[in-house]
């Protein structure tokens, strides 16, 4: 038996393992789908209004937002929340006179230092003073994408917040863009950050039994959902997907959660803002640079959750990779160069069946993927089958790339977050 032979049965071994290793990857997947399904509506059934009672309000107002935290607080007093907390700045005059009427209504902190301050700092001093008063409680601090803290970002929450009743989180923010295959690429790691988030949400509830949640400017838990926005968009002849693209981050960031935690949101008249397209040339280019960078970070770092947390998405992206490479380049070049048809030794089975598998490789787990996730866009609309496929084709093998090359520990010591100028 030639050593080319040889070759080629450890070729046509390696295929049978690897099917092997896909068809559990394909399982997998369709097993965690129909789990999580399934857990969605257990977790619908058990949100009912004893367990909202239980639930937490903490508003965390930007500087001199008195007028739109009056809106936000008329109407979370209407819910069935248990304790409503407002943490703002000791100077904030405007915001604290705003106040006024609610004293008695809802407990009013005073962050420990003057404003304004930036956003991380914002957090941390509120819920430090919300711990000293409330020790009792658990709490989840969360950031959204906006916020870049350095690489001690944990050693600083600790301190400020201590460990013992502290759990704590970064978001992953999903950023919102209108319909472009980008936005089909993020929806699958938007599905990931989901998951991280609930298994500390369920940590929480476990260790403490109640849990604490920060909302975004005009958001509250738990109320309604987007159909209001959507009934807005129909009333008004608007796009509801320009729209949604308009939000700001903190919005971006409500929609997030409200998702896996069947939390809902509601749009509150005057509370929320909108992003609307720039006037000025400068201010185009700065917000694009600003979304590049920041969303190319978000790129290389959900792709490392995945191939990190889940076994099916880690074999996908690494067969995807690497088999296509192997076999079409590798075998069938040098084989063809080395060994033309008519002098051919290895038989024409096992050539072929190579051949199969390297197309197998390149194009079924796109169109299975494409199959199985066409339902789980946001919002609840299905998009072109050629699109969604075109979008897994990106998404298998082009984006693994720079996490095999170590491009993520790089670019996120490099990458920074910039506010952008508006208009």
């Known amino acids: 038996m030639t050593v080319e032979t040889i070759l080629s049965y450890i070729f046509f071994t390696?295929?049978?393992?690897?099917?092997?290793?896909?068809?559990?990857?394909?399982?997998?997947?369709?097993k965690h789908i129909i789990s999580s399904k399934r857990k969605n509506e257990e977790d619908k059934d058990n949100n009912n209004e004893e367990n909202a009672k239980k639930d937490i309000a903490v508003l965390i107002p930007a500087w001199n937002e008195g007028k739109e935290l009056q809106k936000t607080l008329d109407d979370i007093l209407s819910k069935p929340v248990k304790r409503v907390m407002v943490a703002t700045y000791p100077n904030d005059t405007k915001t604290l006179q705003a106040l006024e009427p609610y004293k008695g209504k809802v407990d009013i902190i005073l962050n420990r230092l003057n404003g304004p301050t930036n956003k991380f700092q914002n957090l941390c001093n509120a819920f430090y003073e919300i711990k000293k008063s409330n020790p009792d409680y658990s709490y989840i601090l969360i950031l959204d994408a906006e916020v870049r803290p350095a690489e001690n970002y944990f050693?600083?929450?600790?301190?400020?917040?201590?460990e013992d009743t502290i759990l704590q989180t970064r978001i992953l923010s999903y950023p919102f863009y209108s319909r472009n295959l980008f936005e089909e690429i993020m929806s699958r790691m938007y599905l990931v950050a989901q998951s991280q988030i609930q298994e500390i949400v369920d940590k929480s509830?476990?260790?403490m039994g109640r849990d604490i949640f920060l909302k975004g400017a005009g958001m509250i838990f738990p109320i309604k959902s987007l159909d209001a926005l959507l009934e807005i968009c129909k009333k008004d002849k608007k796009s509801f997907w320009d729209e949604l693209t308009k939000l700001a981050e903190d919005t971006e960031l409500a929609i997030l959660l409200s998702g896996k935690y069947k939390y809902k949101i509601v749009f509150i008249d005057g509370t929320y803002t909108w992003e609307d397209s720039p006037s000025r040339l400068s201010v185009i280019i700065k917000r694009y640079a600003r979304w590049f960078k920041g969303n190319f970070a978000n790129f290389i770092k959900y792709n490392k959750t995945i191939l990190k947390k889940f076994t099916h998405y880690f074999i996908l992206n690494i067969q995807a990779i690497l088999h296509p490479l192997t076999y079409a380049a590798a075998f069938l070049t040098l084989y063809r160069s080395i060994f033309p048809a008519k002098y051919a030794i290895i038989h024409p089975f096992l050539f072929y069946?190579?051949?199969f598998f390297a197309l197998y490789y390149l194009l079924f787990p796109p169109l299975l993927a494409t199959r199985l996730e066409n339902k789980l866009k946001l919002p609840k609309k299905k998009f072109s089958f050629t699109k969604n496929l075109i979008a897994n084709l990106v998404y298998n093998y082009v984006t693994p790339a720079p996490v095999i090359l170590g491009f993520y520990d790089i670019l996120r010591k490099k990458t920074q977050w910039y506010k952008t100028e508006r208009d």
């Open 353 to 355: 069946f190579n051949v």
């Open 14 to 30: 390696s295929n049978i393992l690897t099917s092997g290793m896909l068809g559990y990857a394909v399982y997998s997947r369709i």
């Open 205 to 207: 509830r476990a260790k």
């Open 155 to 162: 050693d600083v929450v600790k301190k400020y917040l201590g």
